[in-house]
């Protein structure tokens, strides 16, 4: 999966995600999400700390297998 995002737009393979919930955000950047993985986004994207910040790369390709399991340690 491709996810891009650019003048507040986010895309996951070219098309275009509905965010109501979202803020407005001058998020850019693109990120190759590897095979059964979740990207996380917070929805204050100019400040959230998600899958594109570098202090939390954990979340940039979270395993399907290892999400239910993340807070349980």
Known sequence: MHLAGRAGTSRVDRRPLTEAYASPSVFTGTYQ?????????????????????????????????????????
């Open 33 to 73: 999400v590897p095979q059964a993985s979740y990207f996380l986004l917070g929805d204050n994207r100019d400040v959230s700390s998600d899958g594109r910040s570098g202090v939390s790369r954990t979340w940039a390709g979270l395993r399907y297998e290892d999400a239910s399991s993340a807070h349980a340690h």
